[in-house]
T-cell receptor, first 115, second 112 residues
């Protein structure tokens, strides 16, 4: 079956503009994660969705970042008033169920460049 | 606090040579440990995982890892590296609250 897909694959924007990044998880996966991967850094957890429960937003770096997940499937990560330090690869992952023993399936990422 | 350390930022090995990538974790309870590989332009792919039981776990592509509780380590090994193994490798620990902590990665270069 299809894996996790993300769009766009690349996004170049100007400082101060808003951007939306999309993630389509694997069908039937109840958990969805967003991570940020900056150059030379590991994956930084941003937000986690599980079913219809309230998302875990503890990793969002500022209130310029938000995310939603519609119908328990597609998710959109929005960054408002982008800054140059937001430049990174944004990765989405989904897993079949919750728990720290889950295998996460990752999408190819969206490379965001803020000029 | 939970954390994962990958001490080696970059490793270069010759094709056919053995490989060991280091991973140290900090976690108060029984760790759930993972190794992922990321090829250029690709998402992360799971190589192997450890939850409990046998401390030597086998994964895909001929990789294995050994969990050593006394050393808080989960090193990844492969007896003979192939050119296609050139990639970025990430170690991760699954923590409470459904969060996962990743190391900063080790970049592997394979020379002919």
């Amino acid at each position: 079956g299809a894996g996790v897909s993300q769009s766009p694959s690349n996004k170049v924007t100007e400082k101060g503009k808003d951007v939306e990044l999309r993630c389509d998880p694997i069908s039937g996966h109840t958990a969805l994660y967003w991570y940020r991967q900056s150059l030379g850094q590991g994956l930084e957890f941003l937000i986690y969705f599980q079913g219809n429960s309230a998302p875990d937003k503890s990793g969002l770096p500022s209130d310029r970042f938000s995310a939603e997940r519609t119908g328990g499937s597609v998710s959109t990560l929005t960054i408002q008033r982008t800054q140059q330090e937001d430049s990174a690869v944004y990765l989405c992952a989904s897993s079949l169920w919750t728990g720290r023993n889950n295998e996460q399936f990752f999408g190819p990422g969206t490379r965001l460049t803020v000029l | 606090a939970q954390s994962v350390t990958q001490p080696d930022i970059h490793i270069t090995v010759s094709e056919g040579a053995s490989l060991e990538l280091r991973c140290n974790y900090s976690y108060g309870a029984t760790p759930y440990l993972f190794w992922y590989v990321q090829s250029p332009g690709q998402g992360l792919q799971l190589l192997l995982k450890y939850f409990s039981g046998d401390t030597l776990v086998q994964g895909i592509k001929g990789f294995e890892a050994e969990f050593k509780r006394s050393q808080s380590s989960f090193n990844l090994r492969k007896p003979s590296v192939h050119w296609s193994d050139a990639a970025e490798y990430f170690c991760a620990v699954g923590a409470t609250g459904n969060q996962f902590y990743f190391g900063t990665g080790t970049s592997l270069t394979v020379i002919p």
